[in-house]
């Protein structure tokens, strides 16, 4: 019974560290998840996924193989009653056969994984021939902590979400603004990082439409894990008319031809009263309009909110785009991501003084009322 007893105790403490290792290593056992490389949905993830197969195989074949070997060896060779412990068997050295085919057979399949793995790192570099013609191109920019989207050839700037036409390949180049990020989209290829002083390059392609997470994967600081974004693949015509849409501006930017920031959607489309909308408008333009445009074709300091009423989420797509879920995000920021400078605002050095002085407010300085920040919510979703 105590044996017993001191078994289960010993399985139990297995079971529970290798749930602990699991829950440690963020893994899910579902294959299809959200963020799972195990379901890619590209050329790029497809390819990476065969080298990792091919990969697998041929270490669980070396694993079979030299751990039954050992395992049998040490079994048939075990030390048997009456066998005298201090017996040394004859000692052999060297097996021409033996040591020549080990070798030749670590090579070989060393040439079996490096194969493929070349190919692979050929492809990541460059848009197959037969895709190229057909590609679009979209320059990333890493922020602490979200993104930003320029489409060049269209000439505007999206955040967060970056919408591409199924079936076509999309060409990334890739940059921060501050310190290392890595851009991953799981089911669609392996990470590539964001190196300050240096544009890297990437491509992807979704075959089919869909809505893919992505993901920061390098350290960057308090709220790197909340750096999402979403990649959305759209049919070829949704595409195009989502690309006319984003072309367009969504508020009066031009105080000579009416208010400032005053929404260009028609009245009767507004969700909120006249008066709270309005409202919203003004204190945008007073506390967040340094740093958010709302002009699609110009980035400044923080994500571009021309089109907010289109996006799926916020906060870097930490949030549902929701009214609840947006009045939380103005008015705690730095509860919901640490570190953010929608809260603290942009700091500068002061040499002379030696201190650090405010460049540009956050919301702590502006110290909005929940009326104010209810109109800004307002104001936002008329920006469609
Ligand atoms: Cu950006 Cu982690």
């Given at each position: 019974m105590q044996r017993f007893s001191a078994l289960s105790t010993r399985l139990a403490a297995l079971l529970c560290s290798l749930a602990g290792l699991l829950i440690l290593a963020g893994c899910s056992l579902n294959i299809e998840g959200k963020q799972s490389a195990l379901d890619p949905k590209g050329p790029v993830a497809q390819n990476q996924y065969d080298i990792f197969i091919i990969t697998l195989i041929v270490t669980v074949f070396l694993f079979i193989t030299v751990g039954g070997a050992l395992g049998w060896t040490m079994w048939k060779f075990r030390l048997r009653k009456?066998?005298?412990?201090r017996y040394i068997p004859p000692q052999t050295h060297g097996h021409p056969l033996i040591e020549i085919g080990l070798v030749a057979g670590s090579a070989a399949l060393l040439v079996v994984i490096a194969i493929p793995t070349f190919g692979g790192i050929l492809l990541k570099k460059n848009v197959p021939l037969h895709l190229v013609e057909d590609a679009i191109e979209v320059n990333v920019v890493g922020y602490q902590w979200w993104w930003a989207f320029e489409y060049p050839e269209h000439g505007f700037y999206t955040a967060n979400e970056f919408v591409i036409p199924a079936g076509r390949a999309v060409k990334l180049n890739l940059r921060t603004r501050d310190v290392l990020h890595s851009f991953w989209v799981p089911k669609l290829a392996g990470k590539v990082d964001l190196i300050a002083g240096q544009t890297n390059f990437m491509w992807i392609k979704a075959d089919e439409p869909g809505y893919f997470y992505g993901q920061c994967a390098e350290f960057c600081g308090d709220s790197h894990a909340y750096m999402l974004f979403r990649v959305i693949a759209k049919p070829e015509a949704e595409y195009r008319r989502w690309v006319r849409d984003q072309q367009r501006?969504?508020?009066?930017?031009?105080p000579d031809t009416g208010p400032?920031?005053?929404?260009?959607?028609?009245?009767?489309?507004?969700?909120?009263?006249e008066d709270k909308v309005l409202r919203g408008a003004e204190v945008f333009a007073r506390a967040c309009a340094s740093c958010h445009s709302l002009n699609p074709a110009s980035q400044t300091n923080?994500?571009?909110?021309?089109?907010?009423?289109?996006?799926?989420?916020i906060a870097a797509g930490w949030m549902e785009n929701e009214p609840d879920e947006l009045f939380r995000w103005i008015r705690e920021p730095d509860k919901v991501k640490p570190g953010n400078f929608m809260w603290t605002g942009f700091l500068r050095y002061n040499p002379e003084t030696r201190t650090r002085e405010v460049e540009m407010a956050g919301l702590d300085y502006y110290d909005l009322s929940d009326n104010e920040i209810e109109a800004v919510v307002a104001y936002l979703y008329t920006l469609r």
């Open positions: 009456g066998d005298d412990p501006q969504t508020a009066n930017l031009n400032l920031y005053a929404p260009l959607l028609a009245r009767d489309q507004w969700a909120y009263p923080g994500p571009n909110l021309a089109h907010f009423a289109t996006r799926t989420t």
